[in-house]
């Protein structure tokens, strides 16, 4: 039976990124935070979750692209669906797989989050833990 879990466990509504420093007596390193009003909606309605990174860059401009990216990446309610299907061994955690399942209303890319696979007899199944990928495919 099919299990539908909505989550904001890893939402994040605020992104700081701070240039990594070797040695931590020099001058305070240089840092972006997202906007308040780029995310005033998810602010107000789920309060500050912040996300802090170190990254290298060379530019200010490559800060504030870094910054936006990790906010659209993480600035999102997940929801996770664990399916039970007929095993297949190429059903692992980081697969994207194409479902559709009019039952369930899915007709999209998936995410694995997790599998686990049993054998019992000789029937092989796995339980799996998706969400809808929403990146791009390269």
Known sequence: MPNLRTSIENMKTRVQIFKKVDNKNVKPPRCYTTPYEENK???????ILNHIEEVEAKTDEEYIKI???????????TDTLSLTLLGDYQMHRGVIIPLKREDLNLNDKYLIKSSDHTISD?????TIKIEKFTGALD
Do not use: M, P
Not at 67 to 77: F, P, V
Not at 122 to 126: G, H, I, L, M, Q
């Open 122 to 126: 000789s029937k092989e199944t796995v």
């Open 41 to 47: 909606t998810n602010i107000d309605k789920y309060g």
């Open 67 to 77: 910054a936006n990216r990790k906010l659209e990446e993480l600035n999102k309610i």
